[in-house]
């Protein structure tokens, strides 16, 4: 007995400590929903998973042929290039077209969305030539816009191995194919025909916007890995890795290029400038995974946030005037000693790869949600939910002005922080409810031999020799990191909590998920998506959801002479005012995120408002003057023409 009350008295530091840390769990640890509350959330949502026509014909592989230095990682270098794009392709007045990129046989791919009218054309692969192209180039993305605005949407493609191709619809195409479409080079001066030996960029990242606000788009272009042979197998050397985990600068340079001209017509044209010197070499050779624009402090010059791996995002105001684009970098404030600096917007270490822009707290600001790795006993950072801390546009505007960032990081407290391996992200109200949800695509390599543990060991290496291939781990053929992971569907509860509702919705499947566009391809005011997935089938998902509220959606085109089929008013603001007085933010977007893409149309859930709804509008007109006006719209699809005022089309 004695000996056992030494031992007790000897053990009771211990058994203090973990009662303490116990305790602190128990009062830290963040809440959870039910079974219950799980299944009361996820009953307004249901989606029925549909199968994508995907051409045939073309060889099939499994894996990319790599530079001979990363042949030791070559699955993680084929962890990438399954992109998504919904919008209205064929003119019919919905967004019931995909343009997607499908790695295993590495074409993009033009398709009608599954269901109705989906016998409207086959699907079919756009054809570069007579472009010169080579083996070693791969597709990474697909961009739609009115590139130069005859009123029809092209495609930008963005490419591994060399800069991006535009495909200019043709006037006068009898129906959709590949035929209708011209490609012709985005960045001039790389030849007609032959073996492409132009830059060799590694493109992961593009937006599109009216940056310098001269009443036409401008295209931002991200690169990854610096320029060079990545996918040519007959080479050695030439390529590099990143030179830190934290903050390296030494990836593809990024661009932006400015509209200078098009025509229209059976044979199109479009040319665009580059900007040189725009961002400093820390935002410039940053290791680009997605890119956003959007007017964030209301002056009608869309901001750019660039979503970076290996190092800090970077969120750039626009300062630029017509014909000069220019940003300055802005960076989140706060005490370093009460706020980590990986969650200073700006200042962070993780591994930005996908992000969107909504109104999380319903203050008429607009917020920021940003994808990382965040997988518990793997690499735990989190994501990014950056709320706004001022709701007056003006002080944000002044405080932009003064070089700061005024989102604060609430992701954990809005149960956002983790979700794995994180890629594209989307809001969107997919009930009507008045309150987004967010779909988040995860998951990075599948396979049978778990390489979590060398991966590990590769995070906390001498930066001094991450940049050269030869120290990186081998991830093969076979190989698994996160591989099971699966598409998260955050859903927001009534404690302003979200909840990943995947499972209960049956959108957990164990595949690495990478884009996803949403849109609304019948008509019916609920809002789909399609995903690609890495490696696999993609798939489209139509809303069926059971008790929708009631919704407005806004189709938004430029009206001028020049193009009487109206180009879509990409940058356009919208404030939606209820008769309760909330406001919901929406606006045109050209093209946010990582390999996925919105369609053009603005959707937003009114709940159960079935009165008219005060709508603001703020666009600038193709001679890059701004305007702004109040509608007052019913619930439903409205058409509206913007030129120096809006008028409502009647059909």
């Known amino acids: 007995m004695t000996a056992i009350v030494h031992w007790g008295r000897r053990q009771i530091s211990g058994v203090l400590a973990l009662v303490l840390l ?22 307004p949502y249901r989606f029925t998973p549909l199968s994508i026509s995907i051409p045939g014909g073309f060889p099939q592989q499994g894996i990319r042929r790599v530079n001979q230095d990363y042949q030791h990682i070559r699955a993680w270098i084929s ?8 919008n209205d392709l064929d003119g019919d007045g919905l967004a019931n077209d995909l343009c997607l990129v499908d790695v295993r046989i590495d074409r993009v791919v033009v398709a009608p969305t599954p269901g109705a009218r989906e016998d409207r054309y086959r699907s079919f692969a756009l054809n570069p030539a007579p472009l010169p192209m080579n083996p070693h180039i791969a597709p990474m993305g697909c961009v739609p816009g009115d590139f130069n605005g005859d009123g029809r949407v092209d495609l930008l493609v963005y490419w591994w191995g060399r800069t991006p191709v535009i495909y200019l619809a043709r006037a006068g195409a009898a129906g959709l194919t590949a035929d209708s479409y011209r490609p012709v080079e985005l960045v001039p001066g790389t030849g007609t025909t032959g073996h492409y ?13 009216d940056f310098d606000g001269d ?25 590099s890795m990143n030179h830190s985990m934290s903050t390296a600068y030494n990836g593809g340079r990024n661009h932006v290029l400015r509209w200078s001209g098009g025509t229209a017509g059976a044979v ?13 070499d820390d935002v410039a050779g940053g290791w680009a995974l997605a890119a956003a624009a959007n007017d964030l402090d209301g002056d009608q010059l869309p901001e750019l946030y660039v979503a970076n791996d290996f190092g800090p995002d970077r969120l750039l105001h626009n300062r630029s005037t017509p014909g000069d684009i220019r940003f300055a970098q802005v960076t989140g404030t706060g005490s370093r000693a009460v706020v980590p600096k990986s ?23 607009y917020d920021m949600y940003v994808g990382n790795i965040t997988t518990t006993f793997g690499l735990q950072e989190s994501n990014f939910a950056f709320v706004s801390t001022t709701d007056d546009q003006a002080e944000l505007r002044r405080r932009l002005r003064d070089g700061e960032a005024p989102w604060q990081d609430r992701s954990a407290s809005l149960g956002l922080a983790w979700s794995g391996w994180s890629w594209d992200v989307k809001l969107g109200d997919f009930d009507n409810s008045g309150q987004p949800a967010i779909v988040q695509t995860a998951g990075f390599v599948k396979g049978e031999v778990n390489r979590w543990a060398q991966l590990q060991e590769l995070a906390t290496s001498n930066d001094e020799l991450l940049a050269h291939p030869a120290w990186w781990p081998n991830v093969g053929p076979g190989d698994d990191i996160a591989g099971s992971q699966h598409l998260a569907f955050h859903v927001k509860g009534p404690d302003d909590r979200y909840t990943d509702l995947s499972a209960e919705l049956g959108l957990d499947v164990p595949v690495p998920t990478r884009g996803i566009a949403t849109g609304d391809a019948d008509g019916d005011g609920r809002l789909d998506f399609a995903v690609a997935r890495q490696w696999d089938a993609p798939v489209f998902y139509r809303n069926d959801s059971p008790t929708p509220g009631s919704f407005l959606g806004l189709r938004l085109f430029h009206d001028t002479p020049a193009d009487p089929a109206g180009s879509p008013a990409v940058g356009t603001q919208v404030t939606v005012t ?18 996925g893409k919105r369609s053009f149309e603005v959707h937003i859930g009114l709940g159960d408002v079935s009165s008219d709804v005060t709508v603001d509008l703020a666009w600038r007109d193709r001679a890059g003057v701004t305007h702004e006006q109040q509608l007052t ?13 809006a008028q409502e089309a009647q059909s």
């Open 215 to 239: 009443g036409h788009d401008d295209i931002f272009v991200g690169n990854y890995f610096p320029d060079g042979p990545v996918i040519d197998d007959t080479v050695r050397g030439g390529v």
């Open 578 to 595: 209820m008769p309760d007085g909330r406001r919901q933010l929406a606006r045109v977007d050209g093209g946010s995120g990582h390999s």
């Open 22 to 43: 116990i305790g602190l769990f128990a009062v830290a640890r963040l809440p959870e929903a039910s079974a219950a509350e799980r299944a009361e959330l996820a009953r």
């Open 343 to 365: 969650k200073l917007l700006g200042h962070d270490s993780f591994k930005g790869m996908g992000v969107d822009f909504g109104d999380l707290n319903g203050d008429g600001v």
């Open 197 to 209: 030996d132009g830059p060799r960029w590694n493109t992961n990242a593009v937006a599109v916007a």
């Open 268 to 280: 199109p044209t479009v040319t665009f400038t580059e900007t040189p010197d725009v961002f400093t």
């Open 633 to 645: 719209l019913a619930p439903g699809w409205h058409t509206v023409r913007l030129g120096t005022h």
């Open 79 to 86: 962890s990438v290039g399954a992109g998504i794009a919904m």
